[in-house]
């Protein structure tokens, strides 16, 4: 079976940025080399260990997205961007040029939009595996049989997180309730404020009984207290 591997490129890059924060990596020009260095690393542990036939690394584009416009808040606490990284990417974006490995970036849209629609349809092409390449918990509601999380661990190497591995990490029941999840629980880093005073044990409760905020939100008069309001 072919294996398409799709990576989110600044996850990854701030991930090997912060990796040398204690020791960065400065080159005979001056210039912070920690992010390419990190990355490039990553990609050639991807190719000389997992050999995939297709491979694709998507960047956020500039400029607001779509929740940007439905959510002005959306990611608004986020500190500014690090000038070692923004000086890294286009040398990153030639790198990956030179490698012939297309770069996949669409205005109004996150890397995670991107890759998550090229997974939905590569999964419809049945001798074929997609492995998302991100440590970002979202991607877990795109997960399906043909369809994986291909997850960096803290303590070097990777871990493959399929619907199985999704479920246990949530308890939840179907992988679609990741959504759920994080609808009710916020996504601090992301600025979404979820449902106040909800937790995660508390949201796999909800999701438990009523199955998705949809439903819990036609049955609140089920709850009780706080909850309910």
Known sequence: ??????????????????????????????????????????????????????????????????????YPEYKAQREETPEAIRTAVPIIKDIIRAYRIPILEVAGFEADDVIGTLATQAAAHGNLETYMMTPDKDYGQLVSENVFMYRPKHSGGFEVMGIEEIKAKFDIQSTEQVIDMLGLMGDSSDNIPGCPGVGEKTAQKLVAEFGSIENLLAHTDRLKGALKT
């Open 1 to 70: 079976m072919d294996r398409l591997f799709l990576l989110d490129a600044y996850a990854l890059i701030y991930r090997a940025y912060y990796a040398f924060i204690k020791s960065p990596r400065i080159n005979s020009k001056g210039l912070n080399t920690s992010a390419i260095l990190g990355f490039v690393n990553t990609l050639e542990e991807v190719l000389n260990k997992e050999h995939p036939s297709h491979i694709g690394v998507a960047f956020d584009p500039a400029g607001p997205t779509f929740r940007h416009k439905a």
